[in-house]
C-alpha cells in the first residue's frame, strides 16, 4: 500500500520567506509526527499529533514554525521567515496511534529545504 | 550532553564481516529501543524494535539492550553491500509523549 508521502520533495527559499510543507499519512493513521534532519545528525522531534490534536509541540525552534492538520489527516508544517538555519530535512511520520509502546512509526521521504 | 550518544562512524568493513553499532543513553525513563536503516536521501525505516532489556534477533540482524548500563547494540552478520546505509538508534518513554529521541546515526559502507 501508500507510504507517507511527502511535498515538495526540494525546497529552495529565500531567507525571510514563509514555506509550507505537506505530508500525507498512511490511510488510517492517527498519529502524525514532524522531525527535523540536519545534514549528518539524526533526526529531532519538533511536534506531533493525534488525530486533529497536537499534543506535543515541545521540539518547534521559534514561534516562526507552525503546525496544523485540521482535519486528523493530511498535516502542514509552515515556516515563517525563513533562516540560513532552518535549511535541513523535514521528516514527517505516522503511526496507528493504537496507544501501544511498540506503535510503529512509518517515515516519508523528507523535504530538503535550502534557504539561502 | 546529548540524551543519546552515538559514534557517527564512518564505518567501513568487509562483506561478510559482523558489524556492530551501538547507542548509550541517560535517560533511565527510556523502555523502548528501536534501529531504524536511513539510505541516501530517504526517509528511516525500521530495522528492530525492543522493549526493555533483553535480546531480540531477525535474520542477519540482532539488538541487545543493557538497561542496567544504559547501552544497546545492533549486530550484523554477514554484512552485504546493500546493508551500506546510516543506521539510527531511537528511543522512547513508556506513557507521555509518543516522540522518538534518535541518536546522530553510525554511516556504515560494506565493500564487496
Known amino acids: 500500500g501508500a507510504g507517507v508521502s511527502q511535498s515538495p520533495r526540494y525546497k529552495v527559499a529565500k531567507r525571510g520567506q514563509d514555506v509550507a510543507l505537506r505530508c500525507d499519512p498512511i490511510s488510517g493513521h492517527v498519529s502524525l509526527f514532524w522531525y527535523q534532519q540536519a545534514l549528518g545528525q539524526g533526526p529531532e522531534f519538533l511536534t506531533y499529533f493525534q488525530n486533529e490534536a497536537q499534543l506535543d509541540k515541545s521540539g518547534l525552534p521559534s514561534d516562526r514554525f507552525f503546525a496544523e492538520r485540521p482535519e486528523g489527516s493530511v498535516s502542514t508544517l509552515k515556516i515563517q521567515r525563513t533562516q540560513q538555519e532552518d535549511s535541513a530535512v523535514y521528516l514527517c511520520?505516522?503511526?496507528?496511534?493504537?496507544?501501544?509502546?511498540?506503535?510503529?512509526?512509518?517515515f516519508g521521504p523528507g523535504t530538503r529545504l535550502t534557504v539561502l | 550532553q546529548k540524551e543519546v550518544e552515538q559514534d557517527p562512524g564512518p564505518l567501513s568493513v568487509p562483506e561478510g564481516a559482523i558489524v556492530s553499532l551501538n547507542c548509550t543513553y541517560s535517560n533511565s525513563a527510556f523502555q523502548y529501543f528501536m534501529w531504524y536503516r536511513q539510505y541516501s536521501r530517504k526517509g528511516p525505516e525500521l530495522l528492530m524494535y525492543t522493549y526493555s532489556s533483553g535480546n531480540k534477533e531477525d535474520g542477519r540482524f540482532t539488538a541487545q539492550v543493557d538497561k542496567s548500563s544504559k547501552y544497546i547494540s545492533l549486530f550484523i552478520r554477514d554484512s552485504q553491500p546493500s546493508d551500506s546505509a546510516t543506521y539510527l538508534c531511537?528511543?522512547?518513554?513508556?506513557?507521555?509523549?509518543?516522540?522518538?529521541?534518535f541518536g546522530k546515526g553510525t554511516k556504515l559502507t560494506v565493500n564487496p
Open positions: 531511537a528511543m522512547k518513554t513508556q506513557g507521555g509523549s509518543e516522540k522518538l529521541v
Open positions: 511520520a505516522s503511526s496507528l496511534g493504537a496507544g501501544a509502546g511498540t506503535d510503529t512509526q512509518y
